[in-house]
């Protein structure tokens, strides 16, 4: 709908409020029947990149081509295979894949489908082997309880070894559940509304977040969220991590 100009996005120093009414779909190399919706990069201030990939059945999402550039992807719906050196067929909703850096692989839709893909540029540690792919189902990961409230519920989609230098969490509030504390942290997030909705406080604004909404958090962005309504809002976020913040 037409809204006079007005949307809730918003570009901030320290964030990034992207709501479904201002995407832009756009195409991308390496990517066949498919657009990409680029939310966060280092051209809005982000150390990473992450956009939502739209599948036609049978499009593909292959390597970036990109040195030194690793991969991280969720099915939000439908369906893909991954190929690499194995083939691992049929991940589904909440099936995830970690692709090393000059790692071979392409993503195949199978059905309809749409991804969120997170890239950065690995940062090797001395005396440190390098990380695996990782392929896997949210499904399958044991939920911790954040600070111990049941209510928050945390899954840990990559292992947490050094090798890595990146989490992706999905975070599930019951409704009416909050983070127990205002967080600021020198990590930065990128983060994909899942399901529900609430509350984002970001730095001095707070927002109401719901459907598809993203959210980048720059380092050091005050940062809370509170669900609202009658069911569960989940969220997928990612965060850098297991590095010294000198590199
Ligand atoms: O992992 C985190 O820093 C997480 N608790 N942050 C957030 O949900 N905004
Ligand atoms: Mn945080």
Known sequence: MFELGSTRSAHRRNHLLHTPDAFVRTPLPRL?????I???SPAGGAG???YTVELEAGGVLGASGLMGVERFCYVVSGAVDLSSDAVFRGLGVGGYAYVPAEVGHAFTASEAAVLQVIE??????DGVEGP???VGREGDVAGAALGG??????????PGGFEYDFAVNTMTYAP???LSQVEVHVMEH???MLEGGGIYRLGDAWSPVTGVYFIWMGPYCPQWFGAIGKRAAKYLIYKDFNRHPLG
């Open 38 to 40: 680029v939310h966060a």
């Open 190 to 192: 990128g983060l994909m």
């Open 132 to 134: 695996r792919m990782v």
């Open 120 to 125: 950065r540029p690995f940062t090797p540690l």
């Open 149 to 158: 409230d049941e209510d928050l519920i945390v899954r840990a989609l990559m």
């Open 48 to 50: 990473f990149t992450q």
């Open 32 to 36: 066949e029947r498919g657009v990409a």
């Open 176 to 178: 009416g559940a909050a």
